[in-house]
């Protein structure tokens, strides 16, 4: 079956100009999670969202970002005015639940370069 | 908050050799534990996860993982490894005081073997 999927694959975008990037998660995955990836870091949780409940925010770095999701289905993220750190790579991943006991299925990513 | 240690950052080996990454974690109680494995050009996939019982992990292509509680570890071991088991290794951990269903990363150890 089809996995997770990201697009763009790639983006470059110029210092203060919007972006926004896509995830649709495996059907039938309550749960979605954002990440980003710093070069020689490890993943950072940026935000959740759990079928229709409130989305936890609490990893998201300052209020240029945002996400949504449509129901149980695609989630985009959006950066307002990008930054030169927030180059990286995006990652999104959905499971089935959100128990915690349940393993996460990954994209490909995003890779962000903001010049 | 939770937080994930892997020692390692990179580690460079050659075949046959034996595999040992090490990952701990910070917070205490009931935990589920998990290792993903990134190859290059692909994405995270699950290698094994710990969620009770056994403390022996057996996951794929011959690893395996022990979960030591009283030493809060959960180090990724294999006998023998090949030129293909090189890649990107994440060690993740939920639960723990506090109970967060969000996965902690840690930053990962990058694994180089030789043929």
């Known amino acids: 079956g089809a996995g997770v999927s990201q697009s763009p694959s790639n983006k470059v975008t110029e210092k203060g100009k919007d972006v926004e990037l896509r995830c649709d998660p495996i059907?039938?995955?309550?749960?979605l999670y954002w990440y980003r990836q710093r070069l020689g870091q490890g993943l950072e949780f940026l935000i959740y969202?759990?079928?229709?409940?409130?989305?936890?925010k609490s990893g998201l770095p300052s209020d240029r970002f945002s996400a949504e999701r449509t129901g149980e289905s695609v989630s985009t993220l959006t950066i307002q005015r990008t930054q030169q750190e927030d180059s990286a790579v995006y990652l999104c991943?959905?499971?089935?639940?959100?128990?915690?006991?349940?393993?996460?299925?990954f994209g490909p990513g995003t890779r962000l370069t903001v010049t | 908050a939770q937080s994930v240690s892997q020692h390692n950052h990179h580690v460079i080996l050659s075949e046959a050799a034996s595999l040992e990454l090490g990952c701990n974690y910070s917070?205490?109680?009931?935990?589920?534990l998990f290792w993903y494995v990134q190859y290059p050009g692909q994405h995270l996939q699950l290698l094994l996860k710990?969620?009770?019982?056994?403390?022996l992990v057996k996951g794929i292509k011959g690893f395996e993982a022990e979960f030591i509680k009283s030493k809060f570890s959960f180090n990724l071991r294999k006998p023998s490894v090949q030129w293909s088991d090189t890649a990107e290794y994440f060690c993740?951990?939920?639960?723990?005081?506090?109970?967060?269903?969000?996965?902690?990363f840690g930053r990962g150890t990058s694994l180089i073997v030789h043929p």
């Open positions: 991943a959905s499971s089935l639940e959100a128990s915690g006991s349940y393993e996460q299925y």
């Open positions: 059907s039938g995955h309550t749960a």
């Open positions: 969202f759990q079928g229709n409940s409130a989305p936890d």
């Open positions: 917070y205490g109680g009931t935990v589920n």
């Open positions: 710990y969620f009770s019982g056994d403390p």
């Open positions: 993740a951990v939920t639960g723990g005081a506090g109970g967060s269903y969000i996965p902690t």
